[in-house]
């Protein structure tokens, strides 16, 4: 399991930033290099809240590695969000459409006001894979799978937050 925080300063107003993430996810989502689509397949209240369900479709090369195990056509997971307007937060979870018992992604977005043009994002993630019992992996290898894929899901996390990042600030003008 990988656990990590991460926090950046976007140069924008913290409700814009807020909703623009919120309000804005597909076309955020597929403007990054290892997504192929993103739709929103639930958006409604929850106790004083905004639940969404994104479906994302990866696109990313797999490593050789993981190929017997894994292809292209089943990088497809829902991002489950609960957006707290309170709260200026998102708690979210990812539900893989394959091996779901096995992978456990979830965490936590604050969105913090540093100043009336810049927003302090701060992140709280785990990344945990579990390769025991996923057919056709052999047992022997299985802890070593789980850690290659964590690490390889991690390393792609930072790029992307970055990006998303950027170019919320580009549609705010900032560049």
Request: hydrophobic share 40%; net charge negative.
């Amino acid at each position: 399991m990988i656990k990590y925080r991460y926090n950046r300063v976007v140069h924008a107003p913290r409700d814009f930033v807020f909703i623009t993430m919120r309000d804005h996810q597909t076309e955020l989502n597929e403007m990054l290099p290892n997504v192929s689509t993103c739709s929103i397949v639930e958006d409604r209240p929850c106790e004083g809240a905004r639940r969404i369900v994104a479906e994302v479709t990866g696109n990313a090369e797999i490593p050789f590695f993981l190929k017997p195990f894994i292809n292209i056509r089943q990088l497809v997971w829902h991002s489950i969000q609960i957006w707290d307007d309170d709260e200026w937060s998102c708690d979210y979870r990812i539900e893989t459409a394959y091996y779901r018992e096995h992978v456990e992604v979830r965490g936590k977005w604050w969105f913090k006001e540093r100043t009336f043009d810049k927003t302090n994002i701060y992140i709280d993630s785990m990344i945990g894979i579990d390769a025991k019992g996923i057919p056709g992996v052999p047992v022997q290898l299985a802890s070593g799978i789980s850690t290659f894929a964590e690490q390889i899901l991690h390393k792609m996390t930072l790029p992307n937050l970055n990006r998303i990042c950027a170019i919320v600030e580009e549609m705010n003008g900032c560049h």
